[in-house]
């Protein structure tokens, strides 16, 4: 990646039904804040045959909205978008930053799914072909989180505005069964430390890594390593964007308003080792 201005958002969720963006062009606001920018992960919605027609039509529909505006974007891989390049991490800052979606961190891609038992089969049989040293294997792991979530595709429901299901139907999906938001919680927590420790096994000099995933914003400390989740755009737990440049970083709240998205409180400010923390979520 170049020295230009970065942001890096995740968890847009364009197409899905309960995602906040109906239309992309909300998000000319916070584009304009810089040159480049990383969507990481869950960027669109491709894990069915129903939905897939309408994720890739949205990504052509951002990417075109980035050129437009002067902004240079990247698609890294996630769950719910495992073929919308050919991108799953990218390293930054001359390696102090690991940007990665976050379902390598799970071996259940999804713990919190009605599912998570049959993809935590998948994803341990996708490692297994990889060879005995793909747990210790950085590209490995990330390959077997994709294969698992290309897998996945066959399990899961469409979610996009031409499923047939009741809205309503799929809003009671997410609290459904009982025990699911404690599943939820877990996640949440768990989260910042297997982030940290993706860092200690495969970049011991990073000093940040930046993830999705599980769509709980906030910044944590753990070791020697930051770890920012940047939310999602989905229900009602927020987001936030981290802004790069030269040896900043900086982590905003995004704001929705009438007429889109636009970048609000500074929560944390980093310079290489150095922080000026004014708000931690988490």
Request: proline fraction near 6%.
């Amino acid at each position: 990646m170049s020295s230009d201005p970065t942001i890096i958002i995740s968890d847009l969720h364009l197409g899905h039904r309960a995602s906040q963006i109906r239309d992309p062009e909300e998000l000319v606001p916070i584009l304009k804040e810089a040159r480049s920018v990383i969507f990481n992960g869950d960027t669109v919605e491709m894990r069915t045959a129903v939905d897939r027609p309408v994720g890739r039509h949205m990504a052509a529909v951002i990417a075109r909205l980035c050129h437009s505006i002067g902004c240079r974007p990247t698609f890294v891989n996630g769950n719910h978008d495992p073929t919308v390049s050919k991108i799953d991490h990218v390293d930054l800052m001359d390696g102090q930053i690991l940007v990665t979606h976050g379902d390598i961190l799970f071996l259940g891609v999804a713990p919190w799914s009605r599912q998570a038992l049959a993809y935590r089969k998948i994803h341990l049989r996708a490692l297994a072909n990889l060879g005995p040293d793909a747990l210790m294997n950085f590209e490995k792991r990330l390959l077997a989180a994709k294969r698992t979530s290309i897998k996945l595709q066959l399990m899961e429901r469409p979610v996009t505005e031409h499923s047939k299901a009741p809205k309503l139907a799929v809003l009671m999906q997410q609290f459904w069964p009982p025990h699911r938001p404690f599943m939820i919680l877990h996640a949440w927590l768990q989260t910042p430390t297997l982030a940290a420790r993706l860092c200690d096994l495969f970049r011991p000099n990073a000093k940040y890594v930046m993830v999705g995933h599980t769509h709980y914003p906030g910044v944590w400390k753990r070791g020697p390593v930051t770890v920012i989740n940047t939310g999602s755009y989905v229900l009602h737990f927020g987001a936030l964007a981290v802004l790069l440049e030269g040896k900043w970083i900086e982590i905003r709240k995004i704001i929705k308003q009438k007429d889109g998205f636009v970048l609000g409180k500074r929560v944390a400010r980093f310079q290489e080792r150095t922080a000026e923390k004014l708000e931690v979520g988490g």
